[in-house]
Every structure is written in C-alpha cells, then in structure tokens.
C-alpha cells in the first residue's frame, strides 16, 4: 500500500510516491513554466499518472494528498492560489477524482509543512507546534492539541497579514503589514526603500538594480557588512521576533519550526529573533517553546502532502 503527495510551489510541482512509514519510494519534479489555469491542473494530473506508471505500478496507490499555495476549501474542494492565473475558485479536487476516484485530500502548502514536521521532522512528537513559512511569502502551518487548525473558512495561519507596525499604509493591503516587511520579498522591497531614502548611500546593494534586487542580495551584503542590508535584516528580525511573541502568547505552543526560502539565510538569526520574540511576549509560555529550523527543508511540504494522504485511510 502506498500514497502520493504532490507539493504544488510557485514555480515547480515536486511529487513522490510514499510507503506507510514515510519513506519516498519515487518521486518526480515538473516545472511550472509559464502554466495557468486547467494547465496547471493537467500538469498534476500527468505528475499522477507518471508516479502511478513508474517502478511502483504494480503497488496500489491508495490516497493522494496535494499541497497548494494559498486556500483549500475542504467542503468544495476548490483552490485559491494567487499565484496561478485561474484559479480563484479551481476545482481541483473534483479534477483530481475525475480520473482517480477515491481519496483525495487538499490542503495549504503551509498546514501540509507542519504535517509533515510533526511526522518526520522537528515538530515530531509534539501536539503543539507551529510552522513559520517564510518564503516570497509568509504563512503559519498551526498544530494544537495534535490537530490542524484551519479555520472556519479554511484560512487559519495566513500571518502573513499580522498587524505589527503603525500607522497604516496602504502598500498593506496586496499582502498585509508582515508579509511587506519580512518576507523574501519584503527583504527585498525595504531595502529598495531604505536606499531610495539615503542618496548618499553607495554600498553594496546600490550595485543592483532596484528591480533585481533579492532577499539573497540582501543577505550577502548583510554578511559583507553592507549598511542597508544590515538595517533590513534587523528590522525583519523584529518583525519575526514581534511575530513569535504573538504566536507563543495565543497558542502556547512547544516549538515553532521556520522554514521557506528565507530560513536558509536566516537561520542564524534564531537566537535574536528568540531574544526579541522574549521582550513582547506571554513570559510563562516563553520559557516553554524551543526554535528550530525545519528538519525536513524543501520536502516539509512535499512530506506534509503524503501524510495529509495517509490520514483520509485512518
């Protein structure tokens, strides 16, 4: 007996082919390209049937989990994902069924990163954790008392829209005030800000143009000693700090995993974003989480779709 799971990312869709303990037997990777709409989920479809034909034919495949980027409406099935052109309201799940009656199961790529933490990562053996994706994007894959916690309307962890500054700007309103500061992006857009500001300054960054301009960029020349990037980075570090105190004081979790593109770089900072995240929050619950970064990398999600497949068969 087997499952699949299918990670759905902005520019790429990872599949594999998991046994019962987890383990990845096959697994396949398709870029997107330039893809929109049914494109995309014709894409997925052939993923499937690629991993289906593959070494492990002859082995039933019994579920199939998939992980998109941004809102699975579980009762419809439908899929929200900004990113892909089409689908605001993409029937996903009734597409997936068509050809392989059964079960399917749709979930945020964020909820499937802590499914798959607490499976075969960091998050593993803890009913209470939290999964901070920071990537083009931030989002919050939320576990409490061993459960997923989705929402009423499927929207739970988009924290990306966390209220940590003042007053109000409307550069706010496409992504919310925490994914403007502190995502990979935001890394990015603050810096084009910060230089934009200072006509004097001819560091690093100035080399760039603006609109090349990366969270990586940023990263480098923080190393190097660059002032802008250095400034940029401790103000996310706040932001991610402010975020945390948040997350520890509501939900009192026992760990809080990072991950995404941005952890990578930012790893490092875990011990400052500690240190800031002390200042702001519930000091009780404080002392009770533990940082990590994520165990399982670029596959948290693509894990996090294979057991989000295992659990239709409990």
Not at 19 to 43: F, N, T
Not at 113 to 121: D, F, V
Not at 131 to 140: K, R, S
Request: aromatic share 8%; charged share 20%.
């Amino acid at each position: 007996m087997s499952v699949i799971g299918i990670d759905l990312g902005g520019t790429k869709i990872s599949g594999a082919v998991f046994d019962p303990g987890g383990a990845i037997a096959a697994r396949e990777v398709v870029p997107l390209s330039s893809r929109s709409g049914g494109e995309v989920g014709l894409a997925i479809l052939t993923l499937v049937r690629t991993l289906r034909s593959g070494p492990l034919r002859h082995e039933p495949v019994e579920a199939i989990g998939v992980a998109v980027p941004g809102i699975s409406h579980a009762e419809s099935g439908r899929v929200w994902a900004p990113n892909i052109r089409g689908w605001e309201e993409y029937p996903l799940r009734e597409e997936i069924e068509r050809e392989f009656p059964g079960r399917v199961s749709i979930d945020s790529d964020r909820a499937c990163a802590i499914l798959g933490e607490s499976w075969k990562g960091n998050a593993r053996g803890y009913r209470n954790a939290v999964f901070l994706a920071v990537g083009t994007g931030i989002g919050a894959g939320i576990l409490v008392d061993g459960r997923l916690l989705r929402g009423a309307h499927d929207i739970g962890g988009a924290i990306g829209w966390l209220a940590l500054q003042r007053p109000y700007r409307q550069e706010y309103a496409s992504c919310g005030c925490f994914e403007h500061h502190a995502s990979g992006s935001g890394l990015a857009k603050v810096a084009r800000e910060l230089i934009a500001e200072d006509p004097a300054y001819s560091g690093l960054l100035r080399r760039k143009r603006p609109a090349e301009l990366t969270a990586e960029d940023v990263f480098q020349a923080e190393e190097a000693g660059d002032p802008v990037a250095g400034r940029t980075v401790r103000e996310a570090v706040e932001f991610w700090g402010m975020a945390c105190a948040n997350i520890v004081s509501l939900f009192n979790p026992e760990r809080i995993i990072f991950g995404g593109g941005v952890f990578g770089p930012a790893l490092k900072f875990l011990p400052e974003i500690a240190r800031e995240a002390a200042r702001w929050a519930q000091p009780v619950s404080m002392t009770k989480v533990t940082f990590h970064g994520s165990a399982l990398g670029p596959d948290a999600v693509l894990t996090g779709a294979g057991r989000l497949a295992l659990e239709t068969l409990a």
